[in-house]
């Protein structure tokens, strides 16, 4: 795995508050937090956030992206739409792990209105403890890659 310890972070305006504590939270276990907002409670468009995050991590600038918005599930659609990206919206600890260690996600995505910042954050080191299994699980995500093509 790759020494890269930069993780994106973003939202949309809903949830900067839970994303600056994931932020705190993670650069607290080494991680090198890249926040790029927004910073200002103004309404704001979650597919640009969820795209701008996804390319720094398709780009191999960051190693791994967190975003945010209501559900999770908008701002996780848009950065689907970037080559390179497996994105999965989690609301329980068993899922984040699961897209780790089975779809070498290397995107979560969370709601700031579905859960809490405990469950958030919670759900935010299982994503970042788990590793990719490889085995049956490269195949299956080798079929995902060549959706892309």
Same mark, same amino acid.
Request: net charge negative; glycine share 10%.
């Given at each position: 795995?790759?020494?890269?310890?930069?993780? %994106? +972070?973003?939202?949309? =305006?809903?949830?900067?508050?839970?994303?600056?504590?994931?932020?705190?939270?993670?650069?607290?276990?080494?991680?090198?937090?890249?926040?790029? /907002?927004?910073?200002?409670?103004?309404?704001? =468009?979650?597919?640009?956030?969820?795209?701008?995050?996804?390319? !720094?991590? &398709?780009?191999?600038?960051?190693?791994?992206? $967190? $975003?945010?918005?209501?559900?999770?599930? /908008?701002?996780?659609?848009?950065?689907?739409?970037?080559?390179?990206?497996?994105? /999965?919206?989690?609301?329980?600890?068993?899922?984040?792990?699961?897209?780790?260690? =089975?779809?070498?996600?290397?995107? @979560?995505? @969370?709601?700031?209105? %579905?859960? /809490?910042?405990? +469950?958030?954050?919670?759900?935010?080191?299982?994503? !970042? &403890?788990?590793?990719?299994?490889?085995?049956?699980?490269?195949?299956?995500?080798?079929?995902?890659?060549? !959706?892309?093509?």
């Amino acid at each position: 795995m790759s020494d890269n310890k930069r993780i %994106v +972070l973003s939202s949309d =305006h809903a949830a900067i508050d839970l994303r600056q504590t994931i932020a705190t939270h993670i650069a607290a276990q080494g991680w090198e937090p890249v926040d790029i /907002g927004p910073v200002t409670p103004e309404s704001t =468009h979650y597919p640009k956030h969820g795209e701008t995050a996804a390319r !720094l991590v &398709a780009s191999g600038d960051c190693r791994l992206g $967190i $975003i945010l918005c209501g559900t999770g599930q /908008g701002i996780m659609m848009a950065a689907n739409k970037v080559k390179g990206i497996r994105c /999965g919206v989690c609301s329980d600890t068993f899922s984040a792990r699961m897209i780790r260690q =089975h779809n070498d996600a290397n995107m @979560l995505s @969370l709601g700031v209105r %579905v859960i /809490g910042e405990g +469950l958030a954050l919670d759900i935010v080191d299982a994503f !970042l &403890a788990a590793q990719f299994e490889g085995g049956r699980h490269a195949t299956r995500v080798d079929m995902i890659v060549a !959706l892309e093509a």
